[in-house]
């Protein structure tokens, strides 16, 4: 789905949480996003977000053109 984005390590997340993510890594100080605080809160930040996902799934919840597959 176009709604997924892959990363350079093969990761796949969902496009829209990803693009939060990176706002939320932003330094407003220097105006670009602070590489340090992506490496360091990625694996935090994305453990919620497949928890999320296996969450909407689990409960067969239909988010709108979010890419998430449910039965």
Do not use: H, P
């Amino acid at each position: 789905s176009d709604r997924m984005y892959k990363l350079q390590d093969g990761t796949e997340v969902q496009r829209d949480w990803y693009s939060s993510f990176l706002l939320y890594c932003y330094d407003y100080r220097t105006k670009n996003i602070d590489k340090n605080k992506c490496i360091s809160e990625f694996d935090k930040c994305y453990s919620k977000e497949k928890a999320l996902i296996e969450w909407i799934k689990v409960n067969e919840i239909k988010v709108l053109n979010s890419g998430i597959k449910t039965a």
